[in-house]
T-cell receptor, first 115, second 111 residues
Framework: DSGVTQTPKHLITATGQRVTLRCSPRSGDLSVYWYQQSLDQGLQFLIQYYNGEERAKGNILERFSAQQFPDLHSELNLSSLELGDSALYFC??????????????FGPGTRLTVL | GQQVMQIPQYQHVQEGEDFTTYCNSS?????IQWYKQRPGGHPVFLIQLVKSGEVKKQKRLTFQFGEAKKNSSLHITATQTTDVGTYFCAGRKNYGQNFVFGPGTRLSVLP
């Protein structure tokens, strides 16, 4: 158990719909990362937040957005869903103290299926 | 942009054989991390390498960072069925930038 929680575990929805994925980082971690992993693929970095502010952006579609709240939990919003958005979405957290590179602790993931 | 490649994509070994996966970056890295993802699981941090030519060992696993800090390798001695999974390297060009993950090497160990 990494200490990172993600809800829901599974999500099945239809094309065109909008969903919200939620992540709670490990206690004390200020940084949250979102990744997309399609079937048998690697991890595609989407976005990173640090203490409520966006820090880095990867290959995140305009239909996707995220935010980190004052209590440090984060939400990833996916809208106008397409079949190709079906994937595992991982959240990871790290401490990121003073520019030191820290371990990323991954949550169990949310499996999104778009029908 | 920065690219991180891994070879091989898949590797099937007999239990007891050795295994090596190689990670190559298109740019010099400040540091590199290795993760393992078991089937149906999430990535789990294994190790971080920072210094040029650094070698670190964890029991049967040996990690190496190249002299030019553009490549890395993970070697497993005498594989066991518990080693099954996908091994990812993740490289960062500069501190403060996000890590770029390689596509991973999927290891199968036949008993």
């Amino acid at each position: 158990d990494s200490g990172v929680t993600q809800t829901p575990k599974h999500l099945i929805t239809a094309t065109g719909q909008r969903v919200t994925l939620r992540c709670s980082p490990r206690s004390g971690d200020l940084s949250v990362y979102w990744y997309q992993q399609s079937l048998d693929q690697g991890l595609q970095f989407l976005i990173q937040y640090y203490n409520g502010e966006e820090r880095a952006k990867g290959n995140i579609l305009e239909r996707f957005s995220a935010q980190q709240f004052p209590d440090l939990h984060s939400e990833l919003n996916l809208s106008s869903l397409e079949l190709g958005d079906s994937a595992l979405y991982f959240c990871a957290s790290s401490t990121e103290l003073a520019g030191r590179t820290d371990t990323q602790y991954f949550g169990p993931g949310t499996r999104l299926t778009v029908l | 942009g920065q690219q991180v490649m891994q070879i091989p994509q898949y590797q099937h070994v007999q239990e007891g054989e050795d295994f090596t996966t190689y990670c190559n970056s298109s740019t010099t890295l400040s540091n590199i991390q290795w993760y393992k993802q078991r089937p149906g699981g999430h990535p789990v941090f294994l190790i971080q390498l920072v210094k040029s030519g650094e070698v670190k060992k964890q029991k049967r696993l040996t990690f190496q960072f190249g002299e030019a800090k553009k490549n890395s390798s993970l070697h497993i001695t005498a594989t066991q069925t518990t080693d099954v999974g996908t091994y990812f390297c993740a490289g960062r060009k500069n501190y403060g930038q996000n890590f770029v993950f390689g596509p991973g090497t999927r290891l199968s160990v036949l008993p």
